[in-house]
Each structure stands twice: as C-alpha cells, then as structure tokens.
C-alpha cells in the first residue's frame, strides 16, 4: 500500500514539475513587445560588439540587442530618453519568474549615455543596437547564477512626449 502511494505522488509531482527552460530559452531567446506604442517593435536578437548572433547571452561582456524598429511619430534623445532594465530569474519550483533585486543602478538613467544609440530617429524598420551591459553593476551579476534562463525587460520612456518603448526577452544567459 506504501509502495503504490509513494508511487502516485511521485508522478504527481513529475507531473506538475516545470522545465528547467521555459519557453524555448535552452536554445533561442523568446520576446515580445509589453508597450503598445505608437513606436513598434518588430524583431530582437542578441548579438555581440562585432553583430554577430550570441546564444546564449554572456552578461558579463557588453552585448548588444539588436532591434528593428518601427518609429512613426517622434525623434527621441535626451536628456528625455530614459532607460529601466529589469531582471527577473525562472523558478523551476514555482513555475514563475522572480524579480532579482537592481538596487536602482538600472532605473531612470539617461539612455543616451548607456548603450542607446541617440537620437532614434523616425522610420520604419530601422536597426537599433541596444546596448546590454552589466559589467559596471557587478553587485547584480553577483546575483544571477551561471547557465540559467533569465528575463530582461527592457524599456525606454521619453519625457518629453511621454510615449515608451518596452520589449521583453527571456534567454538563456552565462554569467561567467
């Protein structure tokens, strides 16, 4: 009788176990767009300084976003352009995405001084290479474990005309 419920609840929890690489991240980044304009997103891929596709995503070397971009309204820069990156890790126990702590280093700051190439002009499928670099926040990689799915929101908001730019992607990403 032992042997028959130890073995029902094994299969009940293997069932209800979650992938260790949600949503494909073992082998390519998943994306999509979380602002609903009037700029668009119409594709993501992570690539390295030289442009070359990177998978998975090395956190500890500045790589770059590349982003094609649909922008019929607004020319943004700064001092208005404003960028917010969030962390969040997979919890395979939960089934959930956990936001990691950033401490504020990566809220608010002045896009065009951090990896944004400014001013992004007006245009249809235009190719802008944002800049991930966390090798100057090491208080934030020490808190990411190595070879693990992680997702990145990345938003860009323009005081000036109020409107945002947010894409999120979950990828897998190497912290050392």
């Given at each position: 009788?032992?042997?028959?419920?130890?073995?029902l609840?094994?299969?009940?929890?293997?069932?209800?176990?979650?992938?260790?690489?949600?949503?494909?991240?073992?082998?390519?980044?998943?994306?999509?767009?979380?602002?609903?304009?009037?700029?668009?997103?119409?594709?993501?891929?992570?690539?390295?300084?030289s442009?070359?596709?990177?998978?998975?995503?090395?956190?500890?070397?500045?790589?770059?976003?590349?982003?094609?971009?649909?922008?019929?309204?607004t020319?943004?820069?700064?001092?208005?352009?404003?960028?917010?990156?969030?962390?969040?890790?997979?919890?395979?126990?939960?089934?959930?995405?956990?936001?990691?702590?950033?401490?504020?280093?990566?809220?608010d700051?002045d896009?065009c001084?951090?990896?944004?190439?400014?001013?992004?002009?007006?245009?249809?499928?235009?190719?802008?290479?944002?800049?991930?670099?966390f090798?100057?926040?090491?208080?934030?990689?020490?808190?990411?474990?190595?070879?693990?799915?992680?997702?990145?929101?990345?938003?860009?908001?323009?005081?000036?005309?109020?409107?945002?730019?947010?894409?999120?992607?979950?990828?897998?990403?190497?912290?050392?």
């Amino acid at each position: 009788m032992h042997r028959i419920l130890f073995a029902l609840l094994l299969c009940v929890s293997l069932s209800l176990a979650c992938d260790q690489w949600p949503n494909t991240t073992e082998t390519k980044t998943t994306w999509w767009q979380c602002s609903s304009g009037p700029a668009q997103v119409v594709n993501v891929q992570p690539t390295d300084k030289s442009g070359k596709y990177e998978y998975p995503i090395k956190l500890t070397e500045p790589c770059l976003i590349q982003t094609t971009l649909n922008n019929p309204n607004t020319v943004y820069s700064s001092p208005g352009l404003k960028q917010t990156i969030k962390v969040a890790s997979w919890n395979q126990f939960s089934c959930s995405w956990s936001n990691v702590p950033t401490f504020g280093l990566l809220t608010d700051i002045d896009a065009c001084t951090n990896g944004v190439p400014c001013p992004i002009k007006t245009g249809n499928n235009q190719i802008v290479n944002l800049e991930l670099d966390f090798s100057d926040t090491p208080a934030i990689i020490n808190l990411l474990h190595n070879d693990k799915p992680y997702q990145l929101t990345y938003i860009l908001h323009d005081d000036v005309s109020k409107e945002e730019i947010c894409m999120s992607f979950q990828a897998r990403c190497l912290t050392k």
